[in-house]
């Protein structure tokens, strides 16, 4: 998350020294490239150019300024970026493809508009309107090799992200690329981190029934050359033997044999149904006998309210809304709520850190996944609160800039520089600071949460019954109350965000509603 105004910082604003002084430095470089360039243009000259230069303008250069990076040329169908941090040029790669998938969802195949991107971590000379070097090279020849919609990343920069992005990695080994002296390692990245578990668990599935195979053809041999009891073998018949009668008596050699028989093994016991499950690969299912942990919920009689603010553009113009009555969870929902789902196999990953934090790294659609699963289990309506209704509840029946007062006071909201908690990589644990008057908790830093409205710029056109604002398969979705890491503007009730529907960022919770 970074500032409202996200503007992209030229070469001079950014202090880099004049033309003819050659500065070096350690960057993580993005490479993008649009695919099948050439045949788009064949096909529609004027409005591929169009298309291009809009896609650029409305998602390359924002999605870029957004990560903390820079972006030093476009190449016409191309662009190059650099970064402080690899896992911000990671995010904004994932961003920018995740965003294009949505865009080309209405259009035919053969109009879709294709970004191949490559990021490197290398040590790089900057010039005031270019980069060079082998890092910026490697970059570029990654690029060159990924396949359409993916991001393909070096070894170096796998190293710096491998434990701080929920995402997967499929490694492709060692690549040599042109003008390159020793290969590269590189990996593919998997923004679905459930996507590398299911072909993990496949691959698993086929070693498992590869083995009984084997064992079963083990079986088989040794059967057939085993000596069964009363001479013979398994793959013979043996010669019919006549029931003893109390006046024969076995040979000495036949009383030797049986002696020399172990006893056959007892059946094994079957395994229980969730072991049998995990060793077949597959996921186990929650059993029905366990408790769900439904959120606390505070309820609100609803009423009207002045919405919005002066304080942003986005945020005006300021209007009437009436909520209705609803329920609204009392804290954001938590790691331990959030893994209950991911235990039922009905969320896409297991959360990490402390139960009672909130948790984070989650994406709109994570968001969905989880209500619609918590209604399932309860049989109880549960859904994303309206951006009105997250409003409603936040300003807890004020109308001032905070719903303390006009001035901010610190230790009221956990965001940047706002209190004496020390800034971590997650936040503190849910109910740490004062509640609101509704009595709701972390209404304004914590986690940025999501709600159920499409992005819009302002509120022009927006409803006033304190409804959720969406239409079709929007790709960017409103997440309200700053988080942590955001200064005290973002703990503001009224102020506004928005970020891509699919993406995960680290910042990013959510709190769940529900009506009467």
Request: charge should be neutral; proline fraction near 8%.
């Amino acid at each position: 998350m970074g500032e409202k105004v996200r503007d992209i910082s030229s070469a001079k604003s950014s202090g880099l020294p004049p033309r003819g002084v050659m500065p070096r430095r350690l960057a993580a470089i993005v490479a993008g490239d649009i695919a099948g360039y050439s045949r788009l243009m064949e096909l529609d000259e004027e409005g591929t150019h169009v298309r291009v230069k809009r896609i650029q303008r409305d998602l390359v250069e924002p999605s870029i300024a957004e990560h903390h990076g820079r972006l030093v040329k476009t190449t016409g169908d191309g662009f190059f970026a650099i970064f402080d941090s690899p896992v911000e040029a990671v995010r904004c790669g994932i961003v920018i493809q995740q965003n294009m998938l949505g865009r080309n969802t209405a259009l035919p195949k053969e109009q879709w508009i294709e970004y191949r991107i490559g990021v490197n971590l290398g040590d790089v000379i900057i010039e005031e309107d270019d980069i060079y070097g082998d890092g910026v090279n490697i970059a570029a020849r990654l690029e060159s090799i990924a396949e359409p919609g993916d991001v393909y990343i070096s070894g170096g920069i796998y190293e710096q992200i491998k434990h701080k992005l929920v995402c997967g990695y499929e490694s492709l080994g060692d690549r040599r690329v042109k003008n390159i002296t020793d290969p590269v390692r590189v990996y593919r990245v998997l923004p679905d981190p459930a996507a590398l578990n299911r072909r993990r668990r496949r691959e698993t599935f086929l070693i498992f029934l590869l083995g009984i195979i084997m064992l079963a053809i083990g079986c088989a041999a040794l059967w057939h050359w085993l000596p069964l009891p009363y001479g013979g073998t398994g793959g013979q018949p043996s010669a019919s033997v006549s029931p003893q009668t109390p006046d024969s008596v076995p040979s000495p050699a036949a009383h030797e044999m049986k002696q020399a028989l172990p006893p056959l093994p007892a059946p094994a016991p079957a395994a229980p149904a969730a072991k049998q499950a995990a060793l077949r690969g597959a996921p186990a299912t929650q059993q029905s006998s366990s408790p769900i942990r439904e959120p606390e919920m505070n309820m609100l009689r609803g009423g009207a309210f002045m919405m919005g603010s002066n304080d942003d553009i986005s945020e005006k113009p300021i209007r009437q809304v009436t909520v209705k009555p609803l329920a609204i969870s009392r804290y954001p929902i938590s790691v331990r709520e959030w893994n209950q789902c991911a235990a039922a196999n009905a969320c896409a990953f297991t959360a990490t850190g402390k139960d009672d934090a909130p948790v984070t790294n989650v994406s709109w659609t994570d968001a969905r996944q989880f209500v619609a699963w918590l209604a399932e289990a309860t049989h109880k309506p549960y859904r994303l609160p309206s951006e009105a209704e997250w409003e409603y509840a936040a300003r807890g029946g004020t109308q001032t800039r905070y719903w303390w007062g006009d001035e901010f006071q610190p230790g009221m909201a956990n965001c940047k520089n706002c209190a004496d908690v020390a800034v971590t990589e997650q936040p503190v644990k849910v109910g740490s600071f004062k509640p609101n008057p509704f009595g709701l908790y972390d209404m304004g830093g914590g986690v940025d949460q999501w709600v159920e409205d499409c992005w819009h710029k302002n509120y022009h056109g927006a409803p006033t019954d304190g409804s959720a604002w969406v239409e079709g398969d929007c790709t960017s979705h409103v997440i309200r109350s700053g988080s942590w890491r955001n200064d005290q503007r973002y703990a503001r009730p009224a102020n506004r965000d928005s970020y891509d529907t699919n993406v995960r960022y680290p910042t990013h919770g959510f709190r769940i509603a529900l009506s009467p």
